[in-house]
């Protein structure tokens, strides 16, 4: 599923995969190695806010579950648009790269959508659900302990890549 909001091009995980497999599996790796994660929201004030967060990648979405009233929900209700950091890990060196998704979350309300989630996951109830839109995803490695390689993909473009001495 590939949507747009504002002129602004968006695709689901399963789009993501479908484009780009090699860089969906290192990035959901990234992920899976740790269970939190940092997700950076937008303040009333549009000022920037750093979270806590569990991810799950479920039937081709990449989802956010959150405690109710929690002030990240509320920023996302307000302004959908995040950025999520994959955990590093001890160390300076992550397996894999530091990666970062970049999109917009949209609430889930459906409650049959809930439902299979609460199924899959079993989260604390009441919680938010929602499922994102992609509108980057970034990885950054060193190769060879000479380059700072970045592999950048955007939903309708191929992954550029780009290296640095």
Not at 33 to 47: E, F, Q
Not at 53 to 73: C, H, I, Q, T, Y
Not at 103 to 120: H, L, P, S
């Amino acid at each position: 599923m590939t949507s747009s909001t504002a002129g602004n091009t968006a695709a689901n995980w399963a789009a993501f995969t479908t484009a780009e497999p090699g860089l969906s599996a290192t990035v959901e790796a990234r992920f899976g190695s740790y269970t939190h994660h940092v997700l950076a929201t937008l303040r009333k004030d549009g000022s920037p806010r750093t979270s806590g967060l569990e991810v799950r990648f479920l039937d081709g979405e990449l989802w956010l579950g959150m405690m109710p009233g929690s002030l990240k929900a509320l920023d996302l209700r307000r302004d959908p648009r995040f950025a999520l950091q994959a955990n590093p890990g001890e160390g300076t060196a992550p397996d894999g790269g530091d990666v970062r998704i970049c999109g917009r979350a949209i609430e889930v309300e459906d409650a049959e959508t809930k439902d299979g989630y609460v199924k899959e996951v079993e989260p604390p109830q009441p919680f938010h659900l929602f499922r994102t839109e992609l509108t980057e995803v970034v990885r950054t490695y060193v190769e060879d302990d000479a380059y700072l390689v970045a592999q950048v993909w955007k939903p309708g473009e191929p992954v550029r890549t780009l290296k640095r001495t």
